[in-house]
């Protein structure tokens, strides 16, 4: 940052969702040059659905993204209820989940195929200032040269700041936080996203849902384009040595017949679906511990999205926890941006301290409930993952009616997660550190 006249330059790695809402984010600051560096050589299509809650969909809103939002590139629910429980069996409707302080129907749960929304998001960004074949894998930062990122292909770029947001396997991570590790949860979701029109003559509810048994789930809905998602799955044991899953890789080509066979016996509405679900693909689920920061480099780096908070897939969360970590960036750097010119590396330092406040609590608070959650769905009566003992097609069908409405009425109230606000949580930080300036300020005394 030696040039006062220059632009702050921002490299972003990783041009996912997080990526890409930080750039679409900071842009918005005034004199910044921000560039994104993503490993893969062209956008694939990823056979995946998202949704986004009313938190991420608001506040691309906000960003005015609002592409994103439009019914038909997302759909969501017809009825009431953003989230539906159901039956194993009897497909009867067990419990649901209903906003509370939504009111614009634009900002209730939305599905997208990833595809979808990463295009949208795509269209905000000028595509001259994404650089795709460019995997991060060593970073160096010092004072004379701030941040320089070196890339497998055995180029470099400088930047004065970098934000990692290069998802769960995070380079900028390992870089910064080596012993941070990564473990399989033990589940594995087996996903795929097709033509609706391959349900011709298929009798199902139109409405998103949630299928329950006491050992997995399987979740249908359709998507936006014309797209249908079904997810199965299974949990085993993570530490089970012969599973043969232990070693499968994210969208690694799934066997349709395996994902048949675990959902025998199940009402003939997902059979149905699955009778006519084309191909799976693989998700083995990671998590790991939360970070003590997520700032790094002396204030010259920080991380966001999965990089930053490594809690796996619960409640289908992650992507507006991404969005809101990049806009809070924002809200931070734009807080501490001086009338003229560019932020001091102090400033920033101040700015990235402000945006770690807002975001880690909450975002903690998330990844606690989410290791509950890991537990606590194994099955009910289980009491931790090394309990579960099983392999693939080996689980006892506890087909016990009252435990199973047990463990569906006690899952938790999600509504803080997705409804949460990160304007009104970054005021109460800025709010919380001028009244702390204050009473600083004044002498023992008066207190
Ligand atoms: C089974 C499953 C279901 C889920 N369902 C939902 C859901 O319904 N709703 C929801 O909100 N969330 C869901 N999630 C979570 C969600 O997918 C993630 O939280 C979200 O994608 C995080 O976005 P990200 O941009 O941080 O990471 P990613 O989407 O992983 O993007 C990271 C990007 O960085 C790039 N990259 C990686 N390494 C490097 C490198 N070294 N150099 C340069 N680029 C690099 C990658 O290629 C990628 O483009 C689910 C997760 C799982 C496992």
Redesign the pocket.
């Known amino acids: 940052m030696a040039n006062p006249e220059a632009p702050l330059r921002i490299a972003i790695?990783?041009?996912?969702?997080?990526?890409?809402?930080a750039a679409i984010s900071l842009r918005k600051l005034p004199g910044v040059v921000v560039d994104l560096?993503?490993?893969?050589k062209a956008?694939r299509e990823i056979g995946?659905?998202?949704?986004?809650?009313p938190n991420?969909l608001r506040t691309l809103e906000t960003l005015g993204v609002h592409n994103a939002l439009r019914e038909g590139v997302c759909i969501r629910q017809k009825g009431r209820h953003h989230q539906v429980y159901r039956h194993w069996r009897t497909g009867e409707v067990l419990a649901h989940d209903t906003h509370r302080a939504v009111t614009e129907p634009q900002h209730a749960t939305a599905?997208f195929h990833?595809a979808h929304l990463h295009a949208a998001l795509l269209e905000h960004v000028p595509l001259n200032t994404v650089h795709l074949g460019?995997?991060?894998?060593r970073i160096d930062v010092s004072e004379k040269d701030g941040v320089v990122l070196h890339?497998?292909d055995s180029t470099s770029a400088h930047a004065d700041l970098l934000i990692g947001?290069?998802?769960?396997?995070?380079?900028?991570r390992k870089w910064f936080v080596p012993h941070h590790k990564l473990h399989w949860t033990g589940?594995v979701?087996m996903?795929s996203t097709f033509d609706a029109s391959l349900l011709d003559g298929v009798d199902f509810p139109d409405d998103a849902a949630h299928w329950v048994a006491p050992h997995r789930s399987f979740f249908h809905g359709h998507l936006g384009h014309g797209q249908f998602t079904t997810?199965g799955?299974f949990t085993v044991d993570p530490a089970n040595p012969p599973n043969t899953y232990r070693n499968v890789h994210?969208n690694d080509e799934g066997s349709l017949q395996r994902l048949r066979d675990l959902y025998q016996g199940w009402h003939p509405t997902v059979q149905a679906l699955l009778e006519k679900t084309p191909y799976t693909r693989l998700?083995?689920?990671?998590a790991g511990e939360p970070l003590d920061t997520w700032v790094y480099g002396g204030g010259r780096v920080a991380l966001?999205?999965?990089?930053?908070?490594t809690?796996?897939?619960?409640?289908?969360?992650?992507?507006?926890?991404?969005i809101d970590?990049a806009y809070c960036l924002l809200l931070a750097l734009k807080h501490m941006w001086p009338a003229t010119g560019k932020p001091s590396p102090a400033l920033i330092v101040h700015a990235l301290r402000l945006f770690e406040a807002t975001r880690r609590p909450h975002v903690g608070k998330v990844m606690t409930l989410a290791r509950h959650q890991i537990i606590g769905k194994l099955a009910p009566g289980q009491k931790s993952e090394s309990d579960i003992g099983v392999k693939i097609g080996e689980e006892a069908e506890v087909d016990d009616d009252k435990k199973l409405l047990e463990f569906i009425r006690s899952r938790p109230d999600t509504a803080w997660i997705n409804e949460h606000s990160v304007e009104v949580a970054f005021q109460a930080v800025v709010e919380a550190e001028a009244a702390k300036v204050e009473r600083d300020r004044l002498p023992q005394s008066q207190l």
């Open positions: 790695s990783g041009a996912g969702i997080a990526g890409l809402a560096y993503e490993q893969a956008f995946a659905s998202i949704g986004l809650g991420g599905r990833r460019k995997k991060t894998i890339f497998a947001a290069d998802g769960i396997h995070s380079a900028t589940w979701a996903r997810v799955g994210w998700y083995p689920n990671m966001i999205g999965d990089a930053a908070h809690h796996g897939g619960a409640f289908a969360a992650g992507g507006s926890l991404a970590d």
